[in-house]
């Protein structure tokens, strides 16, 4: 059974940074997307980091761009959301999630990313950014 762990969370001032770590049992990562995705108070979920199955392309929203970086780390079995620069706004719970489908185009993986067409989701992680 797929089990993904998110940790890392916590408080952080504005302009700080924090790690987030997304680890993957029963389950192998590097033939699937991973996606970060956030929720915040009164919100939608909304998906803003994707990485892909292969060959490590990213995507990005406009939200996070330039300052959060997704990455992986295979032979951890475990994806990595570095976080910096952080505003207020950021605030939210996080996930992980991964997609249940094997390796595809990346504009097929992209799309079920930013869609949450993905199949196992972590438990989520709180991240608030505040002075």
């Known amino acids: 059974q797929v089990h993904l762990a998110e940790s890392g969370g916590g408080l952080a001032q504005p302009g700080g940074s924090l790690r987030l770590s997304c680890a993957a049992s029963?389950?192998?990562?590097?033939?699937?997307?991973i996606g970060w995705f956030r929720q915040a108070p009164g919100k939608e979920r909304e998906a803003f980091a994707c990485?892909?199955?292969?060959?490590?392309?990213?995507y990005y929203t406009d939200s996070v761009s330039g300052r959060f970086t997704i990455s992986r780390d295979n032979a951890k079995n475990t994806v990595y959301l570095e976080m910096n620069s952080l505003k207020p706004e950021d605030t939210a719970v996080y996930y992980c999630?991964?997609?249940?489908?094997?390796?595809?185009?990346?504009?097929?993986?992209?799309?079920?990313?930013?869609?949450?067409?993905?199949?196992?989701w972590g438990q989520g992680t709180q991240v608030t950014v505040s002075s």
């Open positions: 029963g389950y192998t990562l590097d033939q699937h997307a």
């Open positions: 999630a991964t997609d249940h489908r094997s390796r595809g185009p990346w504009y097929q993986e992209l799309g079920r990313c930013l869609r949450g067409d993905f199949g196992s």
């Open positions: 990485i892909s199955s292969s060959d490590g392309k990213t």
